[in-house]
């Protein structure tokens, strides 16, 4: 396990340090190094329960505030979202906003999972 916390941590390190250059990077990258500082610490077994609690009811409540979004791109037929680097709709960036925070809640799904064995 301490091999793929510490790929989460490198993994989302680097989607924090990608960020920096989106209309909006301080959130990202707030979020993403939070999820890789969450599992550099969970490589070496350091589990802070409250601190999951907390990261994981902040994806949540975005991620429920992006859900309509989400399901209207669906509804659209879910065309395509990486043709181009630059968002050229909203339901492009909205979908690539809704699917990163739903990597970040799987990832911190894992660590919550740890930290409960």
Request: net charge positive; no cysteine.
């Given at each position: 396990m301490k091999y793929v916390n510490l790929f989460l941590a490198l993994?989302?390190?680097l989607f924090a340090a990608v960020q920096l250059n989106d209309p909006d990077p301080w959130a990202w990258?707030?979020?993403y190094g939070?999820?890789?500082i969450v599992s550099a610490f969970a490589a070496f077994?350091?589990?802070h329960?409250?601190?999951?609690?907390?990261g994981l009811g902040v994806v949540l409540i975005w991620m429920?505030?992006?859900?309509p979004d989400f399901i209207r791109w669906i509804n659209m037929g879910?065309?395509?979202i990486t043709g181009t680097m630059k968002a050229g709709s909203p339901h492009v960036e909205l979908t690539r906003e809704f699917l990163g925070l739903l990597l970040c809640g799987l990832a911190l799904g894992w660590h919550w999972r740890g930290a409960r064995g």
């Open positions: 993994l989302f390190a990258a707030a979020l939070f999820v890789a077994g350091r589990y329960r409250y601190i999951l609690y907390l429920a505030a992006l859900l879910m065309p395509t």
